[in-house]
Structures are given as structure tokens and as C-alpha cells.
């Protein structure tokens, strides 16, 4: 059977059981909608909100990402599940306690303020539905790219999918699809991981194979940085592509946004019990980290063959590069998605990939090698994951799971985002502040009309995503860290926090991080319009936007108090629900 | 011990619990995976040098360490002052 047929057989299959769950979990109520009626296993939630928080970025771009960063690439490993700490620690056993449906209710109720809760709505709309774009992308990638499906065929699939479970099941239906959805992706992941792993080291785990020897006694990192370094790169292991600094600060704003991000933290609303929440977060780091801890083996051993495709000689000797005409065939396919490109700058008829910004290196490998310049032009890193199984020479059946384990990814987290836009629409706006009279069937009705309308324009965002979809990234994690984080920590952990200094603590981090981005990358990402340049040298004292999540939180925090203290406490209902919040059981 | 007594002291050893836990998630994470992590590689775990495992592998395990202790040790505080859910 050829790939193409193959690939739209197992993607269909598995489309196939995400309807079958669909049926069966349908919502009987509100409860089951926002929460799943409170009912769900710890272990169960901990696999759905692996696969709720591990979107296409995770699945497809991480590892490539990490490939050509190195060392450095460990500050999105580490904020990525660090920032699972912060939520288990201080957050997700007391907003269980609290027992509502929403994060902006809890923010309502805590400082008894629908202005209060009007502004974490708006940051949470900014947050999901920037998030939501990215998604789209995955989808469509895992479509246009893998299996040669037009665009929007492949994204109106998709969405019909997720209209289906996110509609009629709401959390349910969400809960139990991404379980499935979670079982494929870490399937579709590991197979590929173990079978290069093995190969190259002879290990079949690949968190061991990454620190074991090649088929020639030499340490595979070893090997890497010394084939790097040879080739003008900074070595593997190393510092590279930011400053020690903004390494730093960049892990701390992605731990931090990523204990904010309320698709995530409302999945700890879903369990029986508080005891449950403290477990299910546990689990969900298990099933975070086996991926997590696959993906930095997956970037170097990918980058490993990639140089080793390119440059099967020693580096400088003229027979050392690989003919332009003997390239493997992935190459070739891959090409032509445009996602990898050459240009036989010197006419040689092989290919040179090195670094020709480093002057030193450049000028020495004209001179004595006869190179013209780095003829690798364009390397998309998402082909580290997406090539893969090609370049390890793995049978058709794994190029089409691996297909179907992005897909399953970006609609898994697509619909966690999906649902935390709806009901902040239907519960939070609508029956919070609009319509506070309306009945349940009503509410359960607007709930689904919210998450329709959500999809649509999800739908129509990834038909057409904004030119900075990249750039907003960034963004959603910087406003979780600098807005949603601190306020429900200190709802929490500060008694006396009053609704003066949160709703100052949120306006003045989400502003401050706002206006920090937009000074770099333009007014609303508007090209042009940046008032600095955005470069190493431009930034305030060298602090990349990215990482200004980090400093949003801290001013969030600091202005907060400050307000907090020359205003009037909480009044005495409400230092009443801070102390039953803190105790699992009491009143 | 009056209940609020009982409950305040059971928050107070709740935040120490936290404070030690996240000490360690920070020591581990930001401090030998980040700060001292170049130094650190002057050492090595198989083929890995340590700075490197620490920051791509260790630190993982250690997070998942962290919120396991912190479930059981809760659940062990939340019966020692009855608190617990039935």
C-alpha cells in the first residue's frame, strides 16, 4: 500500500474513535460541561491534561527546536514541566477546594469584583485564543506536509471532529478523546525515538542512548559537539543562540505562564476530590516527561544523522560533502514542501552546511576549503520530528502515525483551549455578569453556541493566521505569567489581598508585559511600527521579550501589595473563604 | 488547641512543606541546570556531561519527585490534624 493511502487510513481510524467517544460521553448538564461533573479519575485527568498542555508545538517543533539551540534548548524542557510544580504546589489543590467552574470565577469571587473577573476574561481570551492559532498551524502542517492533503480539506476535517466531542460532550467528551488522543501521540512519538536511538547507540531507551557511545567508541554528544565545532558551530553541550541571562528569565516566564494558563489549571477542577488534584498532577507530569525527556534525544540524534547526511567526509576534504545528486530521497520530499532548501553556491555539485556567521570560521573555509557559503538555505526545524522516521529508514505504517500523533496533539489542546474560551463566554460574561438569571438548560445552551462559534473562528484563523502567529506565542505565555499567575497565588497564599491590588497587580502586569513586546516587535505586531529594534543590543538591559513574562509577574506581585496595604483589607465573608480555600475539609 | 489554633498551625506547616519543596525545584532547575550548569560539565554521567543531564533529563525526574512527596506528605499532615476528606 502506498504512504499516502496508508497515512489517510490511520489518520481516519483514529478521527474514526475520537467520534465514537464523542457519542458516548455526551454532557448531561453544566457540571459535565465546564468540569466533567467532578468526576474524572486522578490518573485519567493526568493523561488528558498531558495531552490538553502537549500541542503541536510540543510534538512537532520542540525537538528541532532543542536541535538547534543545544544546551540551550533546556529552558523550554525545564519551564515547560517546571511550571507543573508551581501549579501542584500552589494552586491546583486550593482552586479544587474552592469548587466552581471557571478561573475567572474564582478571581470574581475571591475579590469580590466583576471587574476583577472582567479583566482575567479578557486575559484569558487574549491568552487561548493566540494559543488556538498555533494549533490551527499544527493541523495544517500535519496535513499539507505528511499527507499531501490540501490545506483547508485537512483543517475543515479537523474542525468538524472537534465540533463533534467539544459540542455535544463539552470536558466530558474532551476528557475522554484526549486520552485517546494521548495514547496515539506518545505511541507516534517514542516508536521513531526508539528505533534511531537504537541504530545509532545500540540502546533502545532513548533517554539512556543519548549519553552512550556510537558504533565507534566515541560518545554520541562528544561526537556532536566535535562534528559542530568542526564545522563553525559552537559545540552542542554548550551555551548557545542566548545569554545566560535570558536563559534564565526566559525558564522562569514559561514556569510561571505555564502555571497560569487556565485551559491547564481547569483540569484540576475536574477530579473527585482535593487529594486528587495533588496526585493528578504527578501523573500528568509522568505522562509530560516521557515525551519531554524523549525530545532531547530525538533533537540530537536528528541532528546527528542531518550532519552526517550532509558531511560523510572529513570536513575541508573535497570527496568530504555529499553530492548534490546522491541526496537521500527524504530530502528530495521534503523539499518540495519548501520546508528544506539548497543552493550550490560554488558550483561544486555537493552540499556545505556550516556556519558562515561566524566571520572567523567563513573567511578561513573560503580560503582553504573553496566554500561560498552555507548551501543549506532553508532547514524548517519542525523536520527534525517530521522526517524522522525517513531518515531513519522505518516503514510507512510509522510516517503515517506520525501524522496522526500531530494532528492528535493540536486537536487535543485545541479543544482544552476551545472550551476554556466557551465557558468564559457562557459562565463567566454571560451568567456571571450579563444574565446572571438565566437557567441551567440555557446556560448549557449558550455553552454550546459559544464553543460553535469558537471553533468557527479558530477554523477561520488557521485559514488564515495573522502574519505574527509565531510572534504571539510568546505573547500567551508572557500575559499568563505576568496576569493570571501572581493574582491567584495571592487570592491564595495573602489573606489580605484586597480587590484594589488585584486588579492593579493584573492591569500593571499585563500592560508592562503588552507594551515591552509591542516595543520590539510593533504596535499590535502592526511591521514597522517597533520603537526599538528588536536585537540583542536593542533590548532594555538585554532582557529579550520573550522572557519579560518573568519581569511582568514580579511588577505584578510588588504593585499589588503595595496597593494592598494603604487600601481597606478584604471585608470578613471574604477572609472567611481564604481560610475554608486552605483546608481540605471545612465548611 | 482550639480549632483555629489546630488550623493555623496546620497552614504554617503547609507553607514550610512548600518552602523546602520549591527550594529544592529551584536549586535543581535554575541553579546547577542553569547558573552552574558550564562549571558543572566539567563532570559526566556516562556520556552525558552533567551540566547538560541536569538541565535536558535530571531536572525533569526531580520535578516529578517534588509533587509526589508533596501529595503523600499533605495527605499524611491533612490526617494528622483531621482535615482530611471522608
Keep these: 500500500m502506498d504512504l499516502q493511502t496508508l497515512s489517510l487510513l490511520v489518520v481516519g481510524a483514529t478521527f474514526a474513535l475520537y467520534i465514537g467517544i464523542a457519542i458516548w460521553a455526551r454532557a448531561g448538564g453544566t457540571s459535565d460541561f465546564y468540569v466533567a461533573g467532578k468526576g474524572i479519575n486522578p490518573i485519567a485527568n ?58 475567572p470565577q474564582f478571581i470574581g469571587d475571591r475579590f469580590y469584583s466583576q471587574t476583577a473577573r472582567i479583566i ?31 490545506l483547508t480539506i485537512g483543517l475543515i476535517s479537523g474542525m468538524v471532529i472537534v465540533f463533534f466531542y467539544a459540542v455535544l460532550g463539552g470536558m466530558k467528551g474532551i476528557t475522554y478523546t484526549q486520552i485517546a488522543q494521548y495514547c496515539v501521540m506518545i505511541f507516534a512519538y517514542t516508536v521513531p525515538a526508539i528505533f534511531i536511538s537504537l541504530q545509532l547507540t545500540g540502546v533502545a531507551l532513548p533517554q539512556i542512548g543519548l549519553g552512550s557511545t556510537l558504533a565507534d567508541d566515541r560518545y554520541l554528544l562528544d561526537a556532536l559537539d566535535q562534528t559542530l565545532i568542526d564545522l563553525g558551530f559552537n559545540a552542542y553541550t554548550a551555551l548557545g543562540g542566548m545569554s545566560l541571562l535570558n ?21 484540576f477542577f475536574t477530579v473527585p476530590r482535593i487529594r486528587d488534584a495533588r496526585k493528578s498532577a504527578g501523573w500528568a507530569l509522568v505522562f509530560i516527561a516521557i515525551l519531554y525527556t524523549t525530545a532531547p534525544a530525538v533533537g540530537a540524534m536528528a541532528m546527528w544523522n542531518f550532519l552526517n547526511t550532509v558531511q560523510p567526509g572529513e570536513v575541508g576534504s573535497p570527496e568530504g560533502n555529499v553530492l548534490l545528486e546522491e541526496r537521500p530521497d527524504w530530502m528530495e520530499r521534503w523539499e518540495r514542501t519548501g520546508l528544506l532548501q539548497f543552493e550550490d553556491k560554488n558550483e561544486d555539485g555537493r552540499i556545505q552546511y556550516y556556519n558562515d556567521r561566524n566571520p572567523e570560521f567563513a573567511a578561513m573555509a573560503e580560503e582553504q576549503y573553496g566554500w561560498q557559503g552555507n548551501e543549506v538555505i532553508r532547514v524548517d526545524r519542525d523536520i527534525m520530528v517530521l522526517a524522522n522516521p525517513e531518515i531513519a529508514g522505518l516503514p510507512n505504517w510509522v510516517i503515517a502515525l506520525v501524522a496522526a500523533g500531530g494532528i492528535a496533539a493540536a486537536l487535543s489542546t485545541a479543544a482544552g483551549l476551545l472550551l476554556a474560551i466557551s465557558s468564559a463566554i457562557s459562565h463567566d460574561l454571560l451568567k456571571g455578569v450579563i444574565a446572571p438569571k438565566i437557567s441551567e438548560k440555557t446556560e448549557l445552551w449558550a455553552a454550546r453556541i459559544s464553543m460553535a462559534a469558537a471553533i468557527l473562528l479558530a477554523g477561520y484563523l488557521g485559514l488564515n493566521p495573522p502574519g505574527f502567529a509565531a510572534e504571539v506565542v510568546a505573547l500567551a505565555f508572557g500575559l499568563a505569567a505576568a496576569s493570571l ?20 497587580g493584573m492591569l500593571v502586569g499585563l500592560l508592562s508585559t503588552l ?40 511588577l505584578n506581585f510588588a504593585s499589588a501589595i503595595l496597593v494592598a496595604k494603604v487600601t481597606a483589607p478584604p471585608p470578613a465573608h471574604i477572609q472567611e473563604l481564604v481560610e475554608s480555600v486552605r483546608v481540605p475539609r471545612a465548611g | 488547641m482550639s480549632q483555629e489554633e489546630q488550623r493555623s498551625l496546620y497552614w504554617k506547616t503547609n507553607l514550610r512543606i512548600i518552602a523546602g519543596c520549591l527550594i529544592v525545584w529551584a536549586l535543581v532547575s535554575l541553579v546547577l541546570g542553569i547558573l552552574l550548569a558550564i562549571p558543572l560539565n566539567h563532570f559526566s554521567i556516562g556520556g552525558y556531561p552533567l551540566g547538560f543531564w541536569i538541565a535536558q533529563q535530571g531536572a525533569i525526574y526531580t520535578f516529578l519527585i517534588i509533587i509526589f512527596f508533596y501529595a503523600w506528605r499533605m495527605n499524611r499532615l491533612d490526617r494528622q490534624y483531621d482535615v482530611d476528606e471522608q
Design chain 1, 485 to 504: 499567575f501572581p493574582t491567584l497565588m495571592m487570592g491564595i497564599f495573602f489573606k489580605n489581598m484586597n480587590k484594589q491590588g488585584a486588579i492593579v
Design chain 1, 247 to 267: 536563559m534564565f528569565l526566559l525558564t522562569v516566564a514559561l514556569m510561571i505562564g505555564t502555571a497560569g494558563l487556565p485551559h491547564v489549571i481547569v483540569r
Design chain 1, 46 to 103: 493526568g493523561m488528558a491534561t498531558a495531552a490538553d498542555w502537549m500541542s503541536a508545538a510540543s510534538f512537532i517543533s520542540m525537538a528541532g527546536l532543542i536541535a538547534f539551540l543545544g544546551y540551550s534548548g533546556a529552558a523550554y524542557l525545564m519551564g515547560w514541566t517546571g511550571g507543573y510544580v508551581l501549579m501542584a504546589l500552589l494552586l491546583a489543590p486550593y482552586l479544587r477546594k474552592f469548587g466552581k467552574f471557571t478561573v
Design chain 1, 120 to 150: 482575567a476574561v479578557i486575559s484569558l481570551l487574549v491568552i487561548s485564543i493566540t494559543y488556538v492559532i498555533g494549533q490551527m498551524r499544527g493541523v495544517g502542517i500535519a496535513f499539507s506536509n505528511i499527507l499531501n492533503v490540501d
Design chain 1, 515 to 554: 507594551v515591552y513586546i509591542f516595543l520590539f516587535k510593533g504596535w499590535f505586531f502592526l511591521p514597522g511600527t517597533n520603537v526599538l529594534p528588536d536585537t540583542p543590543d536593542g533590548w532594555i538591559l538585554g532582557i529579550n521579550p520573550s522572557s519579560f513574562g518573568t519581569i511582568g509577574a514580579i
